[in-house]
């Protein structure tokens, strides 16, 4: 099955400094990639996506990469806000469910 | 509109009781899921509805009994739950299960609170 590895566990930045979080994937029959984000107390949100025909998506201060030789994909924050800090969870679908990564939890000072 | 509701917010039961989650989206999506979240872990399939029939289950304990009465609404019935399955109860939908461009955005609600003690 699939199985997605998410790095690193935690980050700490600097308010406007950039974030990136990396996640690989075992699966090479996966090709949808989301990232979600979890604020405490609320479920994940959609943040981001990518599909395997697509080797980079942008929305704002917000970039995800796909490089599917090497079954990896990862999240690029610009000028970070405080109100970023969150968890970041990765995913991979398989067989129409998402596998998630074990999430990274960002922490943004001002 | 990407909303998906999920009642109650909190639930506490006692290992005894029987209760009810539900939840509800109006985006027209055909598939729907139930995920357990528990704290620091990332969401876990339970299972997946597609077209109002159960497509998923991640073998899930007889103990968690869902129901999907029409292509709004999915339910989550508890009996005899054991403390361990305190956590939150997330529910999800999307378009439709693979296929199309657009089908695998999964939109969660905010969850479900439950203890069980």
């Known amino acids: 099955g699939e199985n997605v590895e998410q790095h690193p566990s935690t980050l700490s930045v600097q308010e406007g400094d950039s974030a990136v979080i990396k996640c690989t994937y075992s699966d090479s029959a996966s090709n949808y990639f989301p990232w979600y984000k979890q604020e405490l107390g609320k479920g994940p949100q959609l943040i981001i996506d990518i599909r395997s025909n697509v080797g980079e998506k942008k929305d704002q201060r917000i970039a995800v990469t796909l490089n599917k030789t090497a079954k990896h994909f990862s999240l690029h924050i610009t000028e970070t806000q405080p109100e970023d800090s969150a968890v970041y969870f990765c995913a991979a679908i398989h067989r129409t469910a998402l596998i998630f990564g074990k999430g990274t939890t960002l922490s943004v000072s001002s | 509109d990407t909303e998906v509701t999920q009642t109650p917010k909190h639930l506490v039961m006692g290992m005894t009781n029987k209760k009810s989650l539900k939840c509800e989206q109006h985006?027209?999506?055909?598939?729907m899921y139930w995920y357990k979240q528990k704290a620091k872990k990332p969401p876990e399939l339970m299972f997946v509805y597609s077209y109002e029939k159960l497509s998923i289950n991640e073998s899930v304990p007889s103990r968690f009994s869902p129901e999907c009465p029409n292509s709004s609404l999915l339910n989550l019935h508890l009996h005899a739950l054991q403390p361990e399955d305190s956590a939150l109860y997330l529910c999800?939908?999307?378009?439709?299960?693979?296929?199309?461009?657009?089908?695998?955005?999964?939109?969660f609600g905010p969850g479900t609170r439950l203890t069980v003690t």
């Open positions: 999800a939908s999307s378009q439709a299960i693979g296929g199309l461009a657009d089908s695998y955005e999964q939109y």
């Open positions: 985006m027209g999506h055909r598939a």
